[in-house]
């Protein structure tokens, strides 16, 4: 499943929410899921990448690759190639799962 979350503006806690839309995702539908941001503000100072805590010995790393559309599509790092469009029912995400 791919998850792409469209920001605006610069938000302190951007990567912890983009990390609890992941996995309640992957809790609710079970499936590989994709998280991705889009980076829709002006400011180059914001390109959050992860989110990173450890505690205790227990750490967690999310990683998300930050898209930018003022670089231009040829300085996205990554093609993507998505099945054709289909009628997805409202609330059923299997359709798009990859």
Not at 43 to 62: K, T, V
Request: charged share 30%; with cysteine.
């Amino acid at each position: 499943m791919i998850h792409v979350e469209v920001q605006g503006e610069p938000e302190d806690t951007f990567a912890e929410r983009l990390y609890t839309y992941h996995y309640r995702l992957r809790d609710r539908y079970r499936v590989d899921v994709v998280s991705m941001a889009v980076l829709a503000d002006l400011r180059e100072g914001f390109r959050p990448r992860r989110l990173y805590y450890q505690r205790w010995g227990c750490e967690l790393a999310f990683t998300f690759p930050p898209l930018d559309p003022s670089q231009g599509r040829s300085k996205w790092n990554m093609t993507f190639s998505l099945p054709s469009p289909r009628r997805v029912k409202r609330g059923d995400l299997s359709a798009w799962t990859l």
